[in-house]
Every structure is written in C-alpha cells, then in structure tokens.
C-alpha cells in the first residue's frame, strides 16, 4: 500500500528539474554560509544566465576567535567581503538584513522578510540550511532553516502576501536545503563552478586565516573540492552539490519520503 501511495505521489508531484528555472534565491545565515554551503551551485545557475539573489540574514558581529574587537568594524568587512563575493559568483543582488548574529531576534520576524523578498523577487527555487540537520546547533542556523521553510510555504497563499504588506503572492517552485545530510538530490556542477566557489570564499579573509600554522582557507578548498567529488561519484555525475528538494506540491502534511 505504502509503495502504491508512494508511486501515486511521484506521478502526481514530480519533483522539479532545478535547471528549468529562472530565479533563485539563496538565504544565508551568515555572511559565508551560501558560499561554503552551496557556492558551486549558485555559480553554475549565474553561468546559466539565471537570477541569482543573495539574503543575509545576520550581520555576523560574532565571526571572529576573539572576544575583543570592534564589532561594527567586523559588521562592515564581513558586508564588504560578501559583496565581492557575490561579485565573483555573479549574484545580481545582495539583501542584508542585520540582525544580531547569535541573537534572540523572533523567528517570525525573519519569516517575514523572508516571505517579502521570495514574492517581490517572484523567487522559483529558494535555498536555505537544513534545520533537520542532527548535528546543527547553531541557533541562527536552525532559526533561518525554520523560518526560510514557513516562508516558502505562505509564499503561494494569496492572502498572506497580501495581508502582511500588499504584495501578491508568488508560489515558489522548490525548496531546496544545503547543510544536508539527507539529501534527495545530488546537483550536477562543473570543475570551474567549484573553482569559483573557492574563489568566492578567499574573498572571506576574515573567517579563514592561518591559525597555529594551520591555513583554514587551505583546509577549507580541500573540503570543498573532495565534497564536490563525493557527492557526483554517488551518480557518476564528476561533481556536485547535495541537497534535500521539497517541491511545493508536497512541502504540507504528505508523510511519504520525497525523492
Ligand atoms: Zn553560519
């Protein structure tokens, strides 16, 4: 029976082709976290000619080893590196929307300003970390994955949209979770998608340094490349990244595994 259900639902919900889109926005934690989380991906759409948004959600004050610095300076060169770095992906556009990193901002504010940029952007696919990811403890992390979730899912409810700031609604295509270890799809990229990510992340030199003769931004190309290379040996893709897709037909009360 459950087979039965399952079949019935993937004729009748198929999961989407995220290649058959045209806009695509990626919702960030932090300044850094679309990089390292999805980077190849969102430099393969910009490649594509697709539109490409990036939204930060924190102002990352916290991103740095010690407790005695100036936090607006920090504010302001993390923005400055995202900018460059979005720069060398090709996103269009980057939306900053400084709260305090680590902070006890509501949840349902963030949702909000997620749910005003996913309709006045007409936003198809929508990326975000994965709040089911066990490991995660980071409460911005899982608050941005929560919130980018519900967000998505009144994107398509007329009177929502509506209500809230006068907007129509625009129902997003398909959310997709990097951070993931469940992933259901593993996205094709290419070598150079990859190599513009790293590029992407050296503009970070504030997050990546040489720590007791430890080179981060080293460590952290190696992780990348070899990741990108696990995930495509699963489909003899070459390369990718993974994700967990949830298309809107199905992102509400189904229980049956999407793949
Ligand atoms: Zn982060």
């Known amino acids: 029976m ?3 259900t399952k079949a019935l639902i993937k004729v009748a919900a198929p999961m989407p082709d995220l290649d058959s889109f045209q806009r695509y926005l990626f919702v960030g934690p932090h300044p850094d976290d679309i990089e390292v989380g999805v980077g190849a991906t969102a430099a393969k759409l910009c490649r594509m000619g697709k539109e490409v948004e990036f939204l930060i959600v924190t102002d990352g004050r916290y991103g740095s ?14 923005k400055q590196e995202t900018l460059k770095s979005a720069e060398i992906i090709g996103a269009k556009k980057v939306i900053f929307l400084t709260y305090d990193d680590g902070g006890d901002y509501s949840e ?5 300003d997620i749910l005003k940029e996913i ?8 990326f975000t970390p994965d709040p089911l990811l066990k490991t995660e403890c980071h409460s911005d992390h899982l608050k941005v994955g929560r919130a980018t979730s519900t967000a998505f899912m009144f994107s ?3 009177g929502v949209p509506k209500d809230k700031f006068g907007l129509e609604a625009y129902a997003a295509k398909a959310l997709a979770y990097y951070y993931t270890e469940i992933p259901n799809v593993r996205y094709k990229v290419k070598k150079q998608d990859v190599e513009t990510q790293i590029k992407a992340l050296q ?23 070899f990741r990108a290379l696990r995930a495509g040996f699963w489909r003899f ?23």
């Open 2 to 4: 459950r087979i039965f």
């Open 65 to 78: 080893d010690t407790a005695d610095y100036d936090k607006e300076e920090l504010i302001e060169i993390r």
């Open 108 to 112: 349902t504010d963030i949702k909000n």
């Open 119 to 126: 309709v006045e952007f007409k936003a198809d696919v929508v």
């Open 156 to 158: 398509g409810i007329a």
């Open 203 to 225: 503009q970070f030199p504030s997050q990546f340094k040489v720590v007791d003769n430890m080179d981060q931004m080293k460590m952290i190309s190696a992780y990348i490349r």
């Open 237 to 259: 893709k070459g390369r990718a990244e993974e994700l967990r897709v949830v298309p809107n037909s199905r992102m509400h009360c189904f229980a049956e595994k999407v793949k």
